[in-house]
């Protein structure tokens, strides 16, 4: 078999920034000369182009995807041992904002189709201290917004949409109505760490509300509890949680390639589908209908481990890297121990774990390349299935 032209790489940042570069040089050079390094102008410039790009939403800059969904949660006002509804399959973060706090997290079941959060796990684990519910779009599609609004509605909990991997995805209600990941429920989160769809230069995150008045809320505890333009006047004990005007400048640039960036990886995923599509014993992502998916992962499942692992193994042989994401459930993480959850619980997330294989996707992957990785896959699971 013929070495490929080009490697192949999970993610190709360098690629992707050298196609902009001068657009980049030239926001970078701006704000060198402004001078305003901390709550420059570009900040709220590129809060409102965000906002714009996800429909008509405020947005509200800090500092990582992270402290976005700690100051969600602070905005809430809630008590110690106040009970918070996670998925056991997620990154950490989603758990972690609302332990540090001194809340709850209480782990609920994921789809297996769609890898989120289940809406009758998370009904299930509702008892009279749940106060929210964190749904995570993981891997680039929503959580069922229409399930999880309305049970978030029903019992008067506030719904947040941890939509770190998710932005530009859309969501389809029942009556037809499209909405955008992040500005369904209460409040909204995303991250624009690097490797995220719209990723910065180093971190930054934001929140997303439909409410002026949370808007404002979350942008003071986003600074030092500090109301805009009251310097010194500290109404809340905050964060110093800031995007940098640096950050911002250069995200507004990415945000004008970000429609680009997206088809581009749908289209990618269209090309794995058709490949993989019917291969026995793998599993291509579930695409909900009416959403959309942005594919920040393209996640296949196998049959069991054994068979990821080989796989990956197999690849990783061909210099085709993937990745797990992720390994081990929140709940049986050593730092999660101590909310006496057992191996077993939540099934589903387990089985995940043990099963799930994202592979290369980036805007800059190319057809051949995508090809490339099928056929190894394909000559790979002709063979393992051959043996079963
Ligand atoms: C990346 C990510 C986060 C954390 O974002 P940071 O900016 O790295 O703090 C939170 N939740 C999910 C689902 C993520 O993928």
């Given amino acids: 078999m013929s070495v490929p032209a080009l490697p192949i790489r999970l993610l190709d940042l360098p690629a992707q920034h050298a196609a902009i570069q001068p657009e980049l040089?030239?926001?970078?050079?701006?704000?060198?000369?402004?001078?305003?390094?901390?709550?420059?102008?570009?900040?709220?410039?590129f809060a409102q182009e965000l906002g714009l790009y996800l429909g008509g939403t405020h947005v509200v800059p800090c500092a990582n995807g992270t402290d976005a969904l700690q100051l969600a949660l602070m905005a809430l006002d809630l008590q110690?041992?106040?009970?918070?509804?996670?998925?056991?399959?997620?990154?950490?973060?989603?758990?972690?904002?609302?332990?540090?706090?001194g809340l709850k997290p209480v782990m609920a079941d994921v789809d297996p189709h769609t890898f989120t959060l289940d809406p009758a796990a998370a009904a299930a684990a509702i008892t009279p201290r749940t106060r929210a519910i964190m749904a995570v779009h993981l891997y680039g599609q929503c959580a069922d917004l229409t399930a999880l609004k309305t049970l978030a509605d029903q019992h008067q909990l506030a719904l947040i949409e941890d939509n770190a991997q998710a932005i530009?995805?859309?969501?389809?209600?029942?009556d037809g109505s499209i909405q955008h990941a992040g500005t369904v429920g209460e409040v909204g989160t995303t991250s624009f760490f690097p490797s995220k769809n719209l990723g910065a230069m180093g971190d930054g995150g934001a929140l997303f509300t439909r409410s002026e008045a949370r808007a404002a809320q979350l942008h003071e505890l986003a600074n030092h509890g500090q109301p805009r333009g009251k310097k010194?006047?500290?109404q809340r004990i905050?964060?110093?949680?800031?995007?940098?005007?640096l950050q911002a400048?250069?995200?507004?640039?990415?945000?004008?390639?970000?429609?680009n960036w997206t088809e581009a990886r749908q289209q990618a995923a269209a090309r794995y589908d058709a490949a993989l599509a019917n291969v026995p014993g793998l599993r291509i992502p579930t695409r909900q209908p009416g959403s959309t998916h942005v594919f920040h992962q393209y996640t296949i499942t196998l049959g069991s481990t054994a068979v990821r692992d080989a796989l990956q193994q197999h690849l990783q042989q061909h210099g085709i890297p993937s990745v797990v994401y992720y390994p081990l459930p929140v709940h049986t993480q050593p730092a999660y121990r101590y909310l006496g959850y057992r191996e077993g619980q939540?099934?589903?997330?387990?089985?995940?774990?043990?099963?799930?294989?994202s592979l290369p996707i980036h805007p800059g992957l190319v057809a051949d390349q995508i090809d490339r990785i099928a056929e190894v896959i394909l000559a790979f699971m002709g063979g393992a299935t051959g043996v079963a």
């Fill in 25 to 45: 040089d030239a926001a970078l050079q701006r704000v060198l000369q402004e001078g305003a390094f901390i709550q420059g102008p570009d900040v709220q410039l």
């Fill in 80 to 101: 110690p041992g106040d009970e918070v509804i996670v998925p056991a399959f997620t990154y950490v973060a989603t758990a972690e904002a609302a332990a540090i706090l």
């Fill in 168 to 174: 530009g995805a859309t969501w389809q209600f029942s």
């Fill in 232 to 234: 010194y006047l500290h």
């Fill in 238 to 245: 905050g964060l110093n949680s800031r995007l940098d005007t």
């Fill in 249 to 259: 400048a250069l995200l507004r640039v990415k945000l004008r390639h970000l429609t």
């Fill in 346 to 357: 939540f099934p589903v997330a387990e089985q995940l774990c043990g099963t799930v294989l």
